[in-house]
């Protein structure tokens, strides 16, 4: 297959897309490293001054981190400086494509909802568009690890819901 064959397929434009999604969970990773927000003061701090929940008009997802979340803080914030990572970095590898493709999802849907009417809906909304797309085309199989996961183990049953 020649190289103007290989661009014009849909599925490579995802595979960028995927990869674009996994630098963009990975910089802004960096950029909260940078901020302490992946420590317990941290996230009290996004939560209490940069999103107040006093102010989200979603009472009943205010209530969940307010009373679920933050009491929680130190053991959530090093989670999410974790998982945020391994997540931009199983996109941008396209290893355990769909799995990470659907916890991204979770992770910005949960995002959107901490952040309703503070932040520009579509920051949000978009890559969890681009997300589906990527679990629904198993978008890791082209310039990623699931490629070989395939070839190794198979995609049937379910294996198939991991690459």
Do not use: C
């Not at 960096?30 to 107040?52: A, H, I, Q, R, W």
């Not at 979603?58 to 400086?81: D, E, G, H, K, S």
């Not at 589906?132 to 190794?152: C, E, H, N, Y």
């Amino acid at each position: 297959m020649n190289i103007k064959e290989e661009i014009n397929k849909p599925i490579n434009w995802i595979a960028v897309l995927r990869i674009v999604v996994g630098l963009m969970f990975l910089t802004t990773w960096l950029s909260n490293v940078t901020k302490g927000l992946y420590t317990p003061n941290g996230l009290l701090d996004f939560f209490t001054n940069n999103f107040p929940q006093s102010e989200n008009p979603l009472t009943w997802y205010a209530l969940f981190i307010n009373n679920v979340i933050l009491p929680i803080r130190n053991i959530f914030a090093p989670f999410q400086l974790v998982m945020e990572f391994v997540l931009g970095l199983a996109l941008l590898t396209g290893t355990f494509t769909r799995l990470f493709s659907l916890a991204g999802i979770f992770f910005l849907l949960n995002t959107f909802l901490a952040t309703f009417s503070h932040d520009w809906p579509w920051a949000y909304l978009l890559p969890i568009s681009i997300l589906g797309v990527v679990w629904i085309m198993k978008a890791g199989r082209v310039w990623g690890v699931d490629r070989w996961l395939v070839q190794k183990f198979g995609d049937k049953g379910i294996k198939s819901w991991f690459w």
